[in-house]
């Protein structure tokens, strides 16, 4: 029955879950006839001679809420793949995507792109999300090695300079770029369009369906470096690969929607208290289930009020509490 | 004529200007259980490092069945070698198949086999942890962590097996159990290799003991005498009375 239940949560639940999101938004008026009309006119493919009504309808679910709910579910789905990954290879429950310093990163390249408008601010949050890795990594490396204590410590370094920066750069905007760099970094997913999902989609598709592949040897890196060695294999290669792979799966949401935080912790600790820790199951449950989380989370976000809550918050919102009455019911025992 | 497993020559290692290894010789005989001792700090772990290729060396040579280790490739170095490292913790709580299938992992590289499973099967069978097999590695207790551990090596059916203080933290049931099962392995011509800090347990099961004092393996001499205890007493600076149990030499520290 639970194993029923889980399955359908992680594989059954995408499908309508997407098309019911089609139905969720701040269009008044609208009811379910509306909805029947417009799916037979759509599947007719005759909405050029339908009712005015349809028509917008048409127009709300193809250009607004389609690319939406599309970008939602790639990016949840990205975050929480990402999350499950580097928690393995960091062999700590603790660390989620930002950890080696992706959000300041790509938060202050935006605020960057906001503040002074040289560049696009998705290049922008991109570029410097990526370059905060490969300076987390630079630092932490000492005699071609590096300890995952050393990581952490050096992603959280490489964070503070970033967070200290972006606070100079929003310190010395005007209030209404201060307004936009405050509402990008709390992820703003109400900017979806085609064109995000079009950029969004290729390398967030390339790093799940790489992390994906690589689930079973997640296993392994999970158990520790001396213990990989020991039975044959270098981690460096396999680390360096899937650390590569969330790098460009989180810029890219980063850039896509803003900072979304603690999804990518919580979402693998879901799936583990689900279908168990072997990354062979949960990797898939993260991509799966993560999507769906988002979506279902953004939904709220934008039928519950009047105004919409910015995704980055109502995560927190929602998910907290959500997450921490499942660590108690399910008495989870970290040593 | 006894064939050699491992064949360390003038091998030498020192992290900066401290010398961990210096002029090591020594020759592991295959197909038998080997036991290397010595106190704390004499260089044995980091022979055994060097030996599963975990640590470069750049004076010396050791060949594993014959063939230069620094020559091989992790896969071929997996196919000969297994080395059991000495702490092992996990943080998450992988059931004890999927701790022991992740020893297959040299061999498959994204989605382990069917057969890869029946070797999980095989090798907990043998060392009689069956009954855990669903079981959260984290939720075992010390004894059973290490045969699980001693499993995961196992499959990756090597000709050799490293083993790093074994028994270090097992009751003496444990100690015996493990020892026991070791000393069975030798008998598919499989070579086993333990570090262990108690002499005695290893007189009563080892087929060899060799011995390590300051950073280079010592042999006993006619100036220091095995059977006389001087020998151990020089290696562990300790002084013993000595005690023959079934014709087994046994030894107790001097109050």
């Known amino acids: 029955m639970r194993k029923v239940l889980t399955g359908f949560l992680i594989y059954g639940l995408p499908i309508p879950l997407l098309l019911y999101s089609l139905t969720v938004g701040p ?76 959000s300041s990163g790509s938060a202050f390249g935006a605020a960057l792109a906001i503040a002074f408008p040289f560049f696009h601010i998705n290049v922008m949050a991109f570029v410097l999300g990526v370059a905060s890795v490969v300076m987390t990594y630079s630092f932490a490396f000492s005699n071609n090695k590096s300890s995952i204590v050393a990581v952490i410590l050096s992603g959280m370094i490489v964070s503070g300079i970033f967070t200290a920066s972006l606070t100079v750069v929003q310190y010395m905007s005007d209030p209404y770029k201060l307004q936009a760099i405050v509402q990008w970094t709390m992820g703003n997913l109400h900017h979806a369009s085609w064109d995000k999902v079009n950029t969004a989609a290729l390398p967030v598709g390339l790093g799940i369906v ?12 999970a158990l520790g470096e001396q213990e990989a060695k020991a039975v044959g294999v270098n981690p460096t290669a396999d680390k360096t690969i899937l650390v590569g792979l969330a790098t460009l799966t989180t810029s890219t949401s980063v850039a896509a929607a803003g900072v979304i935080s603690m999804y990518g912790l919580f979402i693998p600790h879901l799936t583990r208290m ?34 919409e809550i910015p995704i980055g918050i109502f995560t927190m919102l929602l998910g907290a509490p959500f997450f921490l009455f499942l660590m108690k019911k399910n008495k989870i025992n970290w040593v | 004529m006894t064939e050699t497993a491992i064949e360390v020559n003038n091998l030498s290692f020192r992290y900066g200007q401290t010398p961990i290894l210096e002029q090591v010789n020594v020759a ?33 040579s050791v060949k594993l069945l014959g063939k230069e280790r620094s020559k091989m490739s992790f896969p071929d170095c997996a196919r000969v070698l297994g080395f059991l490292p000495q702490f092992h913790k996990s943080v998450f709580p992988f059931q004890v198949k999927d701790v022991v299938l992740t020893g297959r992992a040299a061999f498959s590289a994204f989605n382990p086999s069917k057969s890869d499973r029946e070797k999980v099967g095989q090798a907990i069978e ?77 007189f009563l099961y080892a087929d060899h ?47």
Not at chain 1, 91 to 98: A, G, K, Q, S
Not at chain 1, 213 to 218: A, E, I, T, Y
Not at chain 2, 227 to 237: M, Q
Request: with cysteine; proline share 4%; hydrophobic share 45%.
């Open chain 1, 210 to 221: 790489g992390m994906y592949l690589m689930r079973w040897r997640l296993n392994l890196l």
């Open chain 2, 126 to 202: 043998e060392l009689g942890i069956s009954h855990l097999a669903d079981r959260p590695y984290t939720e075992l207790s010390g004894g059973e962590q290490q045969l699980v551990m001693i499993a995961r090596v196992l499959v990756q059916n090597p000709r050799i097996i490293l083993l790093d203080e074994p028994t270090n933290h097992l009751d003496i049931y444990y100690q015996t159990y493990v020892l026991e099962k070791l000393k069975k392995l030798t008998e598919n011509s499989l070579t086993v290799i333990a570090i262990m800090h108690d002499p005695n347990m290893a």
């Open chain 1, 27 to 102: 269009s008044q008026g609208l009811v379910f006839a509306d909805y029947w009309d417009w799916g037979r006119a759509a599947l007719n493919g005759n909405i050029q001679e339908s009712s005015t009504k349809v028509y917008v309808l048409n127009n709300i679910i193809e250009n607004v809420r389609l690319p939406r709910v599309l970008l939602t579910f790639i990016i949840g789905a990205g975050l929480a793949s990402s999350g499950g990954a580097l928690q393995g290879i960091f062999r700590n429950p603790l660390v989620d995507p930002y950890v080696l310093g992706i």
């Open chain 2, 28 to 60: 592991f005989p295959a197909n038998s259980f080997s036991v290397l001792l010595g106190r704390n700090g004499s260089g044995k772990s980091t022979l055994f490092n060097i030996m599963a290729g975990l640590q470069k060396y750049q004076q010396g």
């Open chain 1, 274 to 307: 689900m279908v168990g820790p072997d990354n062979r199951k949960a990797m898939p449950a993260n991509i799966f289930f993560g999507g769906s989380f988002l979506v279902i989370i953004d939904n709220f976000s934008r039928s519950l009020m009047d105004f």
């Open chain 2, 209 to 255: 003991c060799f011995f390590m004092k300051n950073q280079t393996v010592v042999t006993p001499t006619a100036e220091f005498d095995y059977h006389a205890s001087t020998f151990l007493e020089y290696v562990y600076d300790v002084r013993f009375t000595t005690v023959m149990v079934n014709d087994k030499l046994l030894v107790v520290p001097v109050r």
